[in-house]
């Protein structure tokens, strides 16, 4: 599994954080009862803030749509878990230009939108109280490739109101 | 959860990641290769003997492999005697580069900007600063999948940590940066949604030499099962 060994921002090269997902998203999401203990929680997740370099000649976004179906561990209790499936998407917008690296040779910044689209498998926690919700949710890319698998956690507080 | 209820998800990530987003092109407006899966041949012709070329190759390679975003698939193919840029891109040993400079990568592309051709070249020239076999055997592996990016039509990043900054630096260990990353997934995009492999594609399970660890993932899919033992023995404390 490539939880800790895949991304560096070290000198060295050494690993250094988890995932590979980071234009930050906020999602929103409505949890529907089924039955005493069984619940449905569409999700929808979106970069409210795009990543992009400080000049500005890329930014990149997410956008994603996924469905949880959880439980309870016992009928009445407060700790519930969670299985997910979902669509996500990431667009690298490219707005041109040049860049001259120290060794004055001459690179070009990408010019076009690219769109990734992947599948997204996810497993999930939470703590229910009287007015609130706290959960971890594990998010998967590339669940069926030893290769090109890697793990986003998520960390997720919801707040209860009747519909 | 016995009624319905509304939730907001404030999703906090946990990859942090630096702001940099600098990753270069070779070719303005390159697409890539056409084809995702490219096979890199090797010309050890050039090379000293205690320089298996193969075995590096194979090696720098998979890390490039490893992006979940993106569709690449390289692998190593067999012997060559060709030692310029072609198709299949060509790795060899070049004991004419001078200088500091280790290797040397490109491609080039057509008129529908589609790379069609490429090389990578380590220095072989002893007496050289940029001496290969000065450098150790990870370090030479950095070197050939650094220029496997510009085969790829990846230029240099401005981040320190990427791969694909102009120079080695102190890196001594094989991992991508998010420049590296986006980079890749912005030339070679997957989309799961039209007909490629879903979830990274079962193919890939095959033919795998697995760098990473198991043991991580089933101990954190054990996490919800130890949280459930806590709660229910509490609970029947509580009884």
Known sequence: MGLFDRVTS???????????????????????????????????????????????????????????????????????????????????????????????ATFTYPSSTALAKIITTGVGIGYESEAFRFGTDAIFFGLMNSKKRSLNLMLTLAWKGRM | MNYYSFIAFAILNLSFSPLGNTFTLTLPQTKGYANPEITIMINQASCPAELDLSKIVKDAVEVWNRVPWSKLKLTVGGKTTTATSSFPPVAYCDPTITGSTLGLGGS????????????????????????????????????????????????????????????????????????????????????????????????????????????????????????WVLAHRQAKQQI
């Not at chain 1, 906020?26 to 449905?40: E, K, P, T």
């Not at chain 1, 400080?54 to 930014?59: A, L, P, V």
């Not at chain 1, 749509?65 to 299985?83: E, I, K, P, Q």
């Open chain 1, 10 to 104: 070290a000198n060295t090269g050494k690993a250094s954080q988890l995932g590979t997902l980071t234009p930050y998203p906020l999602a929103l999401g409505a949890s529907f009862d089924i039955g005493s203990d069984w619940y449905l929680q569409p999700r929808l997740l979106y970069s409210l803030v795009p990543r992009k370099n400080s000049t500005g000649n890329i930014e990149e976004k997410v956008f994603g749509f996924s469905t949880a179906l959880g439980t309870n561990f016992n009928s009445g209790s407060s700790w519930d878990w969670n299985l997910s499936l979902g669509i996500l998407e990431k667009a690298t917008i490219g707005k041109g230009g040049n860049y001259t690296d120290p060794n004055n």
């Open chain 2, 108 to 227: 080039a592309g057509n008129s529908e900007n589609y790379l069609v051709r490429g090389s990578l070249r380590l220095n072989t020239n002893a007496g050289t600063a940029g001496y290969v076999l000065d450098q150790n055997y990870d370090q030479i592996v950095l070197v050939a999948a650094h220029e496997i990016g510009h085969v790829l039509g990846i230029g240099h990043s401005n981040d320190d940590f990427a791969l694909m900054n102009y120079t080695i630096g102190e890196k001594t260990t094989m991992n991508l940066s998010q420049d590296d990353i986006d980079a890749v997934s912005y030339l070679y995009a997957r989309d799961e949604l039209s007909g490629q492999e879903m979830m990274g594609g079962c193919a890939g399970i095959r033919n795998i030499k697995s760098t990473q660890h198991p043991w991580m993932t089933l101990l954190f899919l054990l996490v919800p099962f130890l949280l």
